[in-house]
C-alpha cells in the first residue's frame, strides 16, 4: 500500500483558517490493483 497526501492551509485572521487536502492511495495485493484520489475541504472558526 501507498499513501501519499498533499496540503494547503490558508489562515484569513486569527480566528479562520481554510484547509485543502488531496490525499492518493494505491493497494497491491496479489491480483487486487487499485487506486483512489480523494479531495477534503474543510473550514475552521474558532469563536
Do not use: C, K
Request: proline share 2%; net charge negative.
Amino acid at each position: 500500500m501507498t499513501n501519499w497526501v498533499i496540503g494547503l492551509n490558508w489562515h484569513l485572521n486569527p480566528n479562520a483558517r481554510i484547509q485543502l487536502n488531496y490525499m492518493n492511495v494505491g493497494v497491491e495485493n496479489g491480483g487486487f490493483d487499485e487506486e483512489i484520489s480523494a479531495l477534503a475541504v474543510r473550514w475552521q472558526v474558532d469563536w
